[in-house]
């Protein structure tokens, strides 16, 4: 299906469209309590003056590898990406302009945290942190891995850490709609503003667990001992802290690419609603952006090596396990 910019939709497609994502649940693999975390997404919402997408809801997956092919291959579609995208200074601005993090975020929102894989990294997070005392999502962005860290241990004071507002805004959204769901007594939590550069001055302290998924590989590459160190005097003896980030041994873009369509369509059949500009600008920013990691994605013997300079023990690793086999997970301890 070519689509062109047509942006009324009829009832009969309304209700098509219902009774497919109805269908979709109904066979979707999603943690318990996805509803819960999540609300009723609908995909981001973003879009931008196009003459091949009109903001249609994908469904098929055969729909979703054509419109990645499209955006990431030069012509028409890629174009338009990169038009809009420079606007805002492109991906170069992605740390500093707050317009374009908003962007990145709501799609990251709408997509990512439905995927299986996603969910697959909170299940193993969970089974390893206490179900007591502070927890830190370090890098937490919108607050998914932190809602359902609080969902499936009501006694952890969790708290989202991030320098993006719009990020927070969404993350306390979630754990607001957690703490309503658990009821009384009132569930800890919340969210704290911060360049995870700057860890000086963080209220929080005295941290029982912590928690960053695919978060070190955007901190500077000479800065990122020097963060770790901070980090660990700021957990007790013994906490556990779950690192996720690409290894650098084996990631490739094609084997990016495959991960990225593949997110989007497990995010589907867990009921994720995107729309056709959020499979296009999604796929090609998180392509993109990855992409500009080679190097320096740490391998997995040298992100060991990394924790262990700044005082950390390592208690489990798990290379390729992760996420189509992308990542390094480790388990330390502070």
């Not at 805004?169 to 700057?198: C, D, I, S």
Request: aromatic share 8%.
């Amino acid at each position: 299906m070519w689509c062109v910019a047509m942006r009324n939709e009829s009832l009969v497609k309304l209700i098509g469209l219902i009774a497919v994502a109805g269908a979709i649940r109904l066979w979707a693999t999603s943690l318990p309590g996805c509803d819960v975390v999540m609300g009723q997404s609908a995909g981001s919402g973003l879009s931008w003056e196009s003459s091949i997408l009109c903001g249609a809801i994908v469904t098929e997956e055969s729909e979703i590898h054509r419109i990645a092919g499209l955006s990431l291959v030069p012509g028409p579609l890629n174009s338009e990406i990169q038009t809009f995208l420079s606007s805002m200074g492109g991906l170069k601005a992605l740390r500093t302009n707050p317009k374009l993090w908003d962007i990145y975020l709501r799609l990251y929102d709408g997509i990512t945290p439905f995927s299986p894989q996603y969910q697959e990294l909170i299940r193993f997070a969970d089974a390893n942190l206490p179900q007591t005392g502070k927890i830190a999502d370090l890098g937490g962005g919108t607050g998914p891995f932190s809602a359902w860290l609080l969902l499936r241990g009501r006694n952890r004071h969790v708290y989202t850490v991030d320098m993006s507002p719009a990020g927070l805004a969404l993350a306390h959204e979630k754990l607001e709609r957690v703490a309503g769901f658990l009821g009384e007594p009132a569930a800890v939590y919340g969210t704290h503003e911060l360049n995870l550069l700057n860890l000086r001055g963080i209220e929080l302290s005295d941290l029982s667990g912590a928690v960053m998924n695919n978060v070190l590989y955007n901190l500077p590459f000479d800065a990122q001992l020097e963060v770790m160190k901070k980090l660990r005097a700021m957990m007790r003896s013994g906490a556990p802290l779950i690192v996720a980030d690409p290894n650098g041994d084996v990631v490739t873009r094609e084997l990016l690419q495959q991960a990225a369509k593949n997110i989007a369509i497990g995010a589907i059949k867990n009921g994720a609603m995107p729309s056709d500009f959020d499979i296009a600008l999604g796929i090609y920013i998180n392509i993109e952006i990855l992409r500009g990691g080679i190097p320096p994605f740490r391998g997995a013997v040298e992100l060991e090596e990394l924790f262990r300079a700044a005082g950390f023990t390592v208690k489990k690793r798990f290379v390729n396990s992760f996420y189509f086999g992308l990542l390094t997970v480790l388990v330390l301890e502070a």
